[in-house]
């Protein structure tokens, strides 16, 4: 039969599920690549490091594909009716893809299914994107896991190497079976769709070739990964988040690599990131399994908060959006994912809880800003870090936890590193007050050149009287309970 290989969220052509199958059921098989008009015409930005990281990725698969004889379509398009119509021209009897668990995808997936269908092609979906998928690991009762320590438990019981063999997509891609068009199939260009190029090359190096570059680079950092991995002036985390976003590495090679490394040695700092890519999952599952959680609180009771949206609060998220909030560690990790699209975890956790917490802010805004920004958004883990961090989803912290942007800047940019980089306008002051420069004598501000509320701005809300507002709109929260 003819096959045709749909390619989404897993740009590569290594130990990628869907592509096994296609190579070993199909005896030509097409491989296609839809740059989504759906999804694309809702960026607001036409500068978006995530649709140049694609567009090189898509164009490292093609030469990968071509190297091995067969071709990549790369369309631009709406996938929902490009791939049956290409689907048809091609008389392919079945399409491949891997699973996609965001509500959206999962609509379009069941219209692509029922369109080929009536055209007497089927779609087979694999799961390519997740270690388990969504009923594979259940409470006793047979329900989702909702807490994180009993799932995470539940998961490394049921692991085994079995669940991280890889699939020999790339070993079979020679085997004779890739088509090739009659017609050479071009690449439609960033400028074509709409799109400039950005600084994304500078950041990341796209693509399978990247992926392992990267992933290669973390392994040997993999045992400090426990104790390095809440500083953001230290590179202690793995960067891997965009290529796990789509795919250039497979989450098997990643997770392999943890649990061997793990079983081999006992490194806390193996088992540390394995816990991660199992958070990963997690939220993979809970949006699976609760969709109408993307935009309402995960526990019900939470949408009961009435949080501000006037004049003021617009402002203040204007504030935050810019990296001008008067409180340094916040101002530098949003001025890091303006600059370069990426977050640190510590971060991610400290601008959330301040806008939320702080700025008593819907955390929606605050996803979507991440959801628009952030080079590896991604629904599931975005929505549960947000959710985390307003205390409104599953597992997440207590409404009563509210981060002190301060301490956690003393805890974890103790030396101002990170503030330095990204609010060079602070560089010169003492590690003692560049936390809180509000706080900074007037003598030692005039020694460092800062004027506040002239070169850097005065802090917008006192953290303690922020505090205390919180606890009282959180009530509403706890009345209900
Ligand atoms: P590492 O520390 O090296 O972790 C390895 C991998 O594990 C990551 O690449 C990621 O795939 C996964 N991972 C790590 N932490 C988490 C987590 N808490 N939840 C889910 N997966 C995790 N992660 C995203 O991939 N996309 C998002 O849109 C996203 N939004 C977030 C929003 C908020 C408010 C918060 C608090 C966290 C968010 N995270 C998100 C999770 C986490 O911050 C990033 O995955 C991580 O910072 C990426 O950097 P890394 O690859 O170096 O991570």
């Known amino acids: 039969p003819i096959g045709l290989m749909w390619f989404r ?33 809702a960026l607001p930005n036409p500068q978006d490091r995530r649709v140049e990281f694609i567009w090189h990725s898509i164009a490292a698969l093609k030469a990968r594909l071509q190297a091995a004889g067969g071709d990549l379509h790369v369309l631009h398009d709406h996938s929902a ?24 995808a999962r609509t379009r997936d069941a ?12 779609l087979y979906a694999f799961k390519d994107q997740c270690i388990f998928e969504e009923d ?46 009659a017609v050479e199939q071009p ?18 190096k796209p693509g ?24 953001p002036a230290v590179k202690g985390v793995s960067y891997l988040s965009v290529h796990m976003r789509f795919g250039t590495i497979s989450i098997r090679r990643c997770a392999r690599a943890a649990h061997e490394q793990f079983v081999i040695t006992g490194s806390e700092g193996a088992m540390g990131w394995l816990n991660e890519l199992i958070w990963r999952d997690f939220y993979f599952q809970i949006i699976f399994h609760r969709p109408d959680a993307a935009d309402k609180a995960f526990k019900a009771e939470y949408d009961l908060i009435q949080w501000d949206s006037d004049d003021k609060a617009q402002r203040l998220f204007k504030a935050w959006c810019e990296g001008k909030t008067g409180y340094p560690l916040v101002d530098a990790a949003q001025r890091q994912l303006n600059q370069t699209g990426y977050q640190h975890n510590r971060l991610r956790m400290v601008t959330a809880s301040f806008l939320t917490k702080d700025l008593g802010i819907d955390w929606r805004w605050g996803e979507r800003y991440f959801a628009e920004h952030l080079n590896d958004f991604d629904l599931s883990a975005n929505n549960g870090g947000w959710q985390w961090a307003a205390s409104s989803g599953c597992d997440a912290q207590p409404y009563f936890r509210i981060f002190n942007p301060v301490s956690q800047s003393e805890k974890f940019d103790a030396e101002g590193k990170f503030i330095r980089k990204y609010c060079p306008e602070l560089a010169k002051l003492p590690n003692k007050f560049i936390h809180e420069p509000s706080a900074c004598p007037p003598l030692e501000l005039q020694a460092a050149g800062v004027v506040l509320g002239e070169t850097y701005p005065r802090p917008v809300v006192e953290h303690d009287v922020a505090r205390k507002k919180t606890l009282a709109r959180y009530a509403v929260v706890k009345k209900s309970e």
């Open 208 to 231: 399978e070739d990247g992926a392992l570059d990267a992933f290669d680079d973390f392994r040997n950092r993999m045992d400090r990964y426990k104790t390095a991995r809440d500083f």
């Open 111 to 122: 219209a692509v299914a029922q369109d080929l269908a009536r055209q007497g092609c089927t």
């Open 187 to 204: 690449l439609p260009s960033l400028q074509a769709m709409g799109f400039q190029a950005t600084n994304i090359l500078e950041l990341v």
């Open 136 to 181: 594979e690991v259940l409470t006793q009762a047979g329900k989702f896991f909702t807490v994180f320590t009993p799932y995470k438990n539940a998961c490394l019981k049921k692991l085994d190497p079995f669940h991280l063999t890889p699939y020999p997509s790339a070993q079979h891609l020679n085997a004779g079976r890739l088509a090739k068009p």
């Open 9 to 41: 969220r897993d740009l590569r052509a290594d130990d990628n599920a869907a592509l096994f199958y296609a190579l070993k059921h199909s005896e030509r098989l097409h491989c296609v690549f839809v740059f989504d008009k759906t999804i694309l015409d």
């Open 81 to 104: 009716t490009a791939i049956p119509a290409l689907a048809r021209t091609l008389g392919a009897q079945a399409v491949f893809t891997n699973k996609d668990y965001e509500p959206a």
